[in-house]
């Protein structure tokens, strides 16, 4: 039991590892490097000699990358561009919205989730299923910016209720940035939960289908008795893989719909440094959203490990 | 009487066995609504040019936002182009670059998937902590770092896109390949000393087709999604050519007083990532292949 989590942080941190390489010979074997793509036609004489050495473009690109690495694990991304300040300053604040988007949806998601997928595999084929089921294929089909577009449009525009983008400086605090997130958290909530709920529901349906849950029904277990006994507990275990996989999806992909509602977090900094040409800032992004997903991922194996009585008997057999 | 049976049935041809897995598709409702709706907009990317009423460049600054009437069936837009004619053209590029880029994704992805899958070891180890990597950089931003320093233009974008959603199909193939992998036809190919290649060819491949094909399937919606999200933020085609993800996003700023041009592309795009993704679906079914428990890579 250990040693497997040991050896799925290792893998992590192996993969890290390799993102990190990924992004920095990346950003090296694209055409210009981050001065001359970020001074564009000023790319000459004093300007790009000071851009540089400010980023330290005169060494070679292998110590560049072993300080870049030291640094980086210590928390010091180097310097932004666009930004004229420390990259890890810029991050802060959006770190922190993002979080707060996040997870709100994550909190009124999740619930729904569970609710949608189970009462649909219930009542598999009849009506209730048939009806959310095709809402949730609709919900999880149509790209971000058309369910954020058409919010906008019906609820801020048509119906008047609620403001369409957010108009606040990206360092805000927590109370005055929440009634901004309402439009936002739906759009990507919307998403979310169908992505949820139909894992929920062929989970479910998986066990209701299984020799064990057939066996009590013979027995005549009481019917509500057995789907929260005997079909919940092991139906929902498979489904924190999912749940992992599309909090990391909101947390780094959501940037589409942060732009769409001009929402201050992660995902707009994605845009404005790539329409900036801050190379420096993607690739602090790049793997500090790819630690997010790791870790993420990482989190919801070590769950199902602990929460699977069967895996740890097998771990412990081997 | 029975084997003669048998017989009849491994010799169908080819042309046969597509047309029953459409037959099949074609008989669920969400099937049939999903590969109407495919077949539709391929015929539309084909006749639009010939079909379209007006030219979708010509800006008229007399006509900017008109609302939709008998001429201008879908209204006009803030440059004064009829809406009608762009949304037609609208979705000609998106199918073009994403259909070659999943072709691209299932070869790349397939066959190195496959390859793991057989040869297991250092080079699986090596090549799949690759693919984790990879899969772990959030493809928006990958894709926005290579659009905004090499150019948007179809050399750049087919490719590019063809990698990055062929990489989650490297695990599929390499899932589909260790299922096959430990069945008594490939011991026994070994046994008769083929060589790799012939295995992968003669004996993997046919039995892992269906799975990859239907994967393939589902990447292309997502692509579509991807390139349509690409355009949105100004990274993808490039004005004046007419395209739905770019085409939502002028209209946006207007659609306060002007909906018709922005309700339009919309339309178009949503109908069109719903017909790939019902049929996919479908297609899945008719299979036998489960797609449900999969998460949203």
């Keep these: ?318 | 009487m029975k084997l003669d049976n048998i017989y009849k049935e491994e010799k169908k041809s080819n042309f046969a066995k597509v047309s029953d897995i459409i037959i099949t598709m074609a008989s669920r409702p969400s099937g049939f609504i999903g590969l109407s709706i495919l077949v539709f907009h391929v015929i539309l990317a084909f006749i639009s040019p010939f079909i379209a009423p007006y030219d979708f460049k010509a800006i008229n600054p007399s006509l900017m936002l008109q609302a939709p009437s008998a001429e201008y069936w879908f209204g006009t837009d803030d440059l004064g182009r009829d809406v009608f004619t762009r949304t037609i053209l609208g979705g000609r590029t998106a199918l073009t670059i994403t259909f070659f880029g999943s072709l691209i994704a299932l070869l790349w992805g397939g066959l190195l998937g496959i390859f793991c899958g057989l040869v297991g070891g250092k080079t699986d180890d090596i090549v799949m902590r690759i693919v984790d990597a990879f899969l772990s950089i959030p493809w928006i931003l990958a894709m926005l770092l290579i659009v905004s320093l090499l150019g948007t233009s179809t050399e750049v974008l087919i490719p590019a896109l063809g990698f990055f959603y062929g990489k989650g199909i490297v695990r599929v193939a390499r899932a589909a390949t260790h299922d096959v992998i430990a069945k008594d036809f490939i011991v026994s190919a070994r046994a008769r000393g083929h060589s790799n290649f012939s295995i992968i060819w003669n004996e993997i491949i046919p039995n892992v087709r269906d799975a990859i094909l239907v994967e393939g399937a589902m990447r292309w919606s997502w692509m579509l999604l991807g390139f349509s999200s690409l355009s949105f933020l100004g990274f993808g085609v490039s004005p004046p050519t007419p395209d739905w993800g770019l085409m939502i996003s002028n209209a946006r700023g207007l659609m306060s007083f002007a909906y018709w041009s922005v309700i339009a592309p919309i339309v178009g795009l949503s109908s069109l990532i719903i017909g790939i993704n019902l049929t996919a679906d479908a297609f899945a079914k008719a299979l036998g292949i489960d797609r449900s428990t999969k998460a949203p890579v």
């Design chain 1, 1 to 318: 039991m250990l040693f497997l989590i040991i050896k799925r942080i290792l893998l992590g941190l192996i993969t890290l590892f390799i993102v990190s390489l990924i992004t920095f010979v990346g950003t090296e074997i694209l055409p210009g490097d981050a001065c001359t793509t970020y001074l564009e036609r000023q790319a000459f004489g004093e300007q790009l000699e000071a851009c540089y050495r400010r980023l330290g473009l005169n060494i070679p690109a292998y110590e560049r990358y072993v300080s870049w690495a030291v640094n980086a694990i210590q928390g010091d991304f180097g310097y932004s561009l666009s930004g004229e300040m420390p990259i890890k300053e810029v991050l802060g604040p959006r770190i922190k919205n993002s979080l707060v988007l996040a997870s709100v949806a994550i909190f009124i998601g999740i619930p729904i989730a569970l609710i949608l997928g189970i009462v649909t595999a219930l009542w598999r084929d009849k009506l209730p299923d048939v009806a959310i089921s095709t809402v949730t294929i609709f919900a999880m089909t149509i790209p971000e910016f058309i369910s954020a577009t058409l919010l906008i449009l019906i609820i801020a525009i048509w119906l008047e209720w609620l403001p369409g983008i957010v108009i606040v400086p990206t360092d805000v605090s927590f109370f005055e940035l929440l009634p901004n997130i309402i439009l936002p958290v739906i759009a990507i909530a919307m998403i979310m939960t169908a992505h949820m709920a139909r894992m929920v529901r062929s989970s479910v349906i998986q066990v209701m289908a299984s020799e064990y849950v057939q066996m009590a029904i013979l027995k005549g277990v009481p019917y509500w008795k057995m789907v929260f006994k005997h079909v919940l507990p092991n139906a929902l275990l498979p489904a924190i893989n999912v749940v992992a996989l599309t909090i990391a999806w909101l947390l780094g992909g959501v940037v589409v719909t942060e732009v769409v509602f001009n929402y201050p977090g992660l995902g707009r900094l994605v845009i404005e440094s790539i329409s900036n040409r801050d190379l420096p800032t993607v690739q602090a992004l790049a793997i500090i959203l790819a630690s997010i997903y790791v870790s993420i991922n990482l989190l919801a194996d070590l769950m199902t490990l602990m929460l699977n009585p069967r895996l740890k008997t097998l771990q412990i057999r081997k």
